[in-house]
């Protein structure tokens, strides 16, 4: 079993809609980062977040640490969000731990 | 702007070719790793270097080897590419403060051994 689960694996959605990405992990972390990757292989960091929530234009991460999970949240979503969403978990060596991606598709 | 460069976006090789890959970061990092992405995998790291000639293996170092003769350059060196070897290969970056460890991502090499 992997130690960082995301779902759904992949999601298509209507430009406009509100969209939910989940991240579970049964490790203990220090810190939880979730990054998207646009077609053509680059990766950015969205957030790094250990307790609460965390806003950045329409973006939205939360993370529950007794529940050991996540959501990112895109408000108002646009074609230009399509790209994989990765969530990936510091453990208590500093050592990531990478989730498998969600890909995300928003029709115009 | 942090910028992490790969030498190839795109490499085709055969079976048995000695392959390097190349990253050069330009923000002093200390930290340097190389992963590659497979889909349904995720990312899984090879190796990663804390300091100049320093390396530590990550999760699959077999039929790798890495160099960081210089604190800006680390190197993925493939001694004789296998076909399970094809993948896009990311290089990333970051500062020693490891409760921080934002890491900064090149532009992947897609890598295909023919």
């Known amino acids: 079993k992997n130690e960082v689960e995301q779902s759904p694996q992949n999601l298509t959605a209507q430009e406009g809609e509100f969209i939910t990405i989940n991240c579970s992990y049964s490790v203990g972390i220090s810190a939880l980062h979730w990054l998207q990757q646009h077609p053509g292989g680059g990766i950015v960091s969205l957030f790094m977040l250990s307790s609460g929530k965390k806003k950045h234009g329409r973006l939205i991460a939360t993370i529950n640490i007794q529940e050991k999970h996540s959501s990112l949240h895109i408000t108002a979503s646009h074609p230009r969000d399509s790209a994989v969403y990765i969530c990936?978990?510091?453990?208590?060596?500093?050592?990531?731990?990478w989730g498998a991606g969600t890909k995300l598709i928003i029709k115009p | 702007d942090v910028k992490v460069t790969q030498s190839s976006r795109y490499l085709v090789k055969r079976t048995g070719e000695k392959v390097f890959l190349e990253c050069v970061q330009d923000m002093d990092h200390e930290n340097m790793f190389w992963y590659r992405q497979d889909p349904g995998l995720g990312l899984r790291l090879i190796y990663f270097s804390y300091d100049v000639k320093m390396k530590e293996k990550g999760d699959i170092p077999e039929g790798y080897s890495v160099s960081r003769e210089k604190k800006e350059r680390f190197s993925l060196i493939l001694e004789s590419a296998s076909t399970n070897q094809t993948s896009m290969y990311l290089c990333a970056s970051s500062f020693w403060d490891r409760s921080y460890n934002e890491q900064f991502f090149g532009p992947g090499t897609r890598l295909t051994v023919l």
């Open positions: 990936a978990v510091m453990d208590s060596n500093y050592q990531l731990i």
